[in-house]
């Protein structure tokens, strides 16, 4: 059951890319963030549902989820509320290779002259690790 469950979130997510491969910026301001295991507790099962969480806790973030069979999605990041029907919407790019989407269907955002890609899961299924780098950025479709 579990194997069905992550290949149905990881086809889902492939789909949904796809319907990203347009996408562009928002007024909303990209959330770049990279993990600190010296500053927030970082495990072998830490999500980035969990990460986003300790932010949150030390006041350095504000976000909302909702949570679905896939896992939990992003609806609002420091008050900036997906739009009706998810457009725009937050996505979640990561230079971390393991959970980068470098297939065709995968996106890319560049800040700061550095190139981050779309992530393969939601935040529930991103396991983080310290010294990678979790972009959030609004973007229309």
Do not use: H, R
């Not at 909302?64 to 896939?70: A, E, G, L, P, R």
């Not at 800040?111 to 310290?130: A, E, F, R």
């Amino acid at each position: 059951m579990k194997k069905l469950l992550s290949l149905t979130l990881v086809l889902m997510t492939l789909l949904s890319s796809l319907v990203f491969v347009a996408c562009s910026n928002s007024e909303a301001e990209n959330v770049v963030f990279t993990a600190d295991g010296a500053k927030y507790e970082i495990t072998e099962t830490t999500t980035l549902n969990d990460y986003m969480n300790a932010l949150e806790l030390d006041g350095k973030l504000s976000f909302t989820t909702s949570s679905s069979i896939y896992g939990m999605f992003i609806t609002s990041v420091n008050g900036v509320k997906n739009g009706i029907g998810g457009n725009p919407c937050w996505m979640v790019y990561t230079d971390d290779p393991d959970f980068s989407d470098t297939s065709d269907w995968g996106t890319e955002i560049t800040i700061d002259g550095k190139t981050y890609k779309s992530t393969t899961l939601g935040i529930s299924g991103v396991i983080v690790k310290s010294g990678m780098t979790y972009v959030l950025s609004y973007v229309q479709f």
